[in-house]
Every structure is written in C-alpha cells, then in structure tokens.
C-alpha cells in the first residue's frame, strides 16, 4: 500500500444538508473565497439573500425561498451571467468582476 510522505497533511470536509439546499451549500464549496463574498454581495445589490440554505427574495418585512434546481437559477436570480466552475478558481486576491 502506498503512502503519502510524512510532511504532507490533508483536510477533508464533510458536509450534510437537506436535498432543498444541496445547490446553493454546493455552489459555497466551488471556487475561492472571495468569488462566494462577490457573488452573496451582488446577490444583496439586487434585494437577495444568499447562503448555504439558500436564496431568498427580501421584500419590505417578508422573505420567500427562490426554488433553486441548478447553479445557473442562482446566477440567472442575482447577476444574470452564469460563471463557469474553471472562471471561479481564483485567487483569494483578486476580486470578481461583473
């Protein structure tokens, strides 16, 4: 059996959530850090909320879930521009552009 060296240390991260909130909690685990800060921020720009549970329309004292199927609702909610998986990986020091 083979081994990784002894120097090398990895991470693994295990995450359970409801199948209603599979997409968005997915979509917060692609990508760098600051492509999920951007896109919850244009989010907020255009009166949503975006977490790891998922999309929500603000409206005065109400909010109601957006049904969100596939990646692509997100980004047709909130930016209108789907962002590839390959254009999300990023470093943490640059910031997207919209």
């Given at each position: ?13 295990f ?26 921020h ?38 209108s ?14 910031s997207?552009?919209?």
């Amino acid at each position: 059996m083979c081994s990784p060296p002894q120097d090398i240390h990895r991470r693994a991260d295990f995450i359970f959530v409801p199948q209603r909130d599979w997409i968005c909690s997915v979509l917060g685990w692609i990508g760098s850090a600051a492509f999920e800060r951007s896109l919850r921020h244009v989010a907020s720009q255009q009166g949503y909320h975006l977490s790891n549970h998922g999309l929500e329309k603000l409206h005065l004292n109400e909010s109601r879930f957006i049904p969100v199927k596939r990646e692509e609702d997100i980004f047709t909610g909130t930016c209108s521009v789907v962002i590839t998986t390959h254009a999300r990986i990023r470093s943490s020091r640059q910031s997207m552009i919209w």
